[in-house]
C-alpha cells in the first residue's frame, strides 16, 4: 500500500476507527431529533470525495484525509435505528442479515475485478470507478422513506443510557469482537502475497469468495436467528470464523485457501447480528442513540486494533491469526 509497512498500513486503518469515535455519538444525537433520511445521505455525501482522495495519494501519509473522511460513520447508528423502526419485528435478524448480503453481494466479483483491473491497468482506475458507483449509491438513496424518531414528553440522556448494565455488558462483549476482526482484517492480503506468494487477481478471487460465503452464511444465520435466538447465530458466525483462520494460517494449497475464504465470509454479518440483538432493546425515543452506545465503544475499544495487529504481524506473520 504506497510503501507502507505493516503496522503503518494498520496506523491507518486505526486512524479509520477513531474518526468513527468521534462521529457515532454525534450521529446518535441527531439521528433521535432530525429526519433520519437526511441524515444518510448526508453521510454518503461525506464518503464521495474519499476513492479520488486515494487515487492522487503517491505516499500511505496522504491517504490519511480519506481514511479520516471515511471513518465519518454518521450512518451506523442511523442506519441501524431506521431499520428497526421500519422492519419487521419477526424477521429483525434476517432483514439485517440480507441488508449484510447485499452489501456482500457486491463485493463477489469486485475483489476479482478490482485486482485485475490494477495488475493490468493501475490502482488509478479502480478508484475512479469507485468514485462513480459511490455517486450512484448516493443517489439510489433519494427514494427511501423519511424517518422521525418519535416524539415523547421526554428522552433519556446518555448519562441515563450508561446505567444501564445490559447495555454496557453487551457494549464491552461487542467491543472484544471488533478488536479481534479489525486487528488482522487488513492483513489478510498481506499474508497471501507475502507468505503464500499469491498476486492480486488470487488474493482479490480470494475476497470474492469471502463475500460469497458471507452472503450464504448470512441469510442461513439470520434464518436461525429469528427461529431460535439471534446470540446462537452469532456465536455459530464466531466458531466459523475460528475455523476459517486456522485453515488460512496451517495451509497455503489455493484449494483449502477458498475453503477458508468461504468460511470467513461469517465474520462480515457479525455486526448486523450485533445490530439485530441490540436494536430492539432500545427504548423508541432514544433508539439511535442507545444504539451508538455499542457502536462507539466497540470502535474506541478497537481503533488500535489494526495497529497491534501490525505489530504482531511484524514479530510473525502467524501472531495475530492464532492471537484471534
Known amino acids: ?3 507502507a509497512s505493516s503496522d503503518e498500513i494498520g496506523l491507518l486503518y486505526a486512524v479509520t476507527a477513531l474518526s468513527s469515535v468521534m462521529t457515532l455519538i454525534v450521529a446518535g444525537v441527531i439521528a433521535d431529533r432530525y429526519d433520519r433520511k437526511k441524515i444518510i445521505l448526508f453521510a454518503w455525501l461525506v464518503w464521495l470525495p474519499v476513492p479520488l482522495i486515494f487515487s492522487l495519494a503517491s505516499n500511505w501519509i496522504q491517504m490519511l484525509p480519506g481514511m479520516i473522511l471515511y471513518g465519518f460513520w454518521l450512518s451506523g447508528p442511523t442506519g441501524t435505528a431506521y431499520v428497526v423502526t421500519a422492519a419487521d419485528k419477526n424477521r429483525l435478524t434476517l432483514t439485517f442479515t440480507i441488508l449484510s448480503a447485499s452489501w456482500s453481494l457486491g463485493y463477489i466479483f469486485s475483489p476479482a475485478l478490482g485486482g485485475y483491473l490494477s495488475a493490468n491497468y493501475g490502482m488509478q482506475l479502480v478508484f475512479h470507478l469507485s468514485f ?3 455517486l450512484l449509491a448516493f443517489l439510489l438513496l433519494f427514494p427511501i422513506s423519511s424517518q422521525h424518531a418519535s416524539k415523547l414528553d421526554s428522552q433519556p440522556s446518555f448519562m441515563e443510557l450508561l446505567k444501564s448494565r445490559r447495555l454496557i455488558g453487551l457494549s464491552l462483549f461487542f467491543a472484544v469482537i471488533m478488536f479481534v476482526l479489525l486487528m488482522i482484517r487488513p492483513l489478510v492480503p498481506q499474508f497471501l502475497a ?18 460469497l460465503g458471507s452472503v450464504i452464511l448470512g441469510i442461513l444465520f439470520g434464518k436461525l436467528g429469528d427461529k431460535w435466538r439471534m446470540p446462537f447465530s452469532l456465536a455459530a458466525s464466531m466458531a466459523i470464523y475460528s475455523i476459517s483462520l486456522a485453515f488460512l494460517v496451517t495451509f497455503g494449497n489455493f484449494t483449502i485457501l477458498l475453503v477458508a475464504a468461504f468460511l470467513a465470509g461469517a465474520s462480515f454479518i457479525n455486526w448486523s447480528l450485533m445490530s439485530a440483538i441490540i436494536g430492539p432493546l432500545a427504548p423508541e425515543n432514544a433508539r439511535a442513540r442507545w444504539i451508538s452506545v ?31
Request: charged share 5%; hydrophobic share 45%; net charge negative.
Open 1 to 3: 500500500m504506497l510503501g
Open 132 to 134: 462513480i458507483l459511490y
Open 194 to 211: 507475502e507468505v503464500y506468494g499469491y498476486g492480486d487477481f488470487e488474493i482479490g478471487s480470494l475476497g470474492s469468495i469471502s463475500f
Open 294 to 324: 455499542p457502536q462507539t465503544i466497540s470502535m474506541a475499544i478497537s481503533f488500535m486494533a489494526p495497529y497491534v495487529g501490525g505489530i504482531f504481524y511484524e514479530f510473525s506473520p502467524q501472531y495475530p491469526f492464532i492471537l484471534a
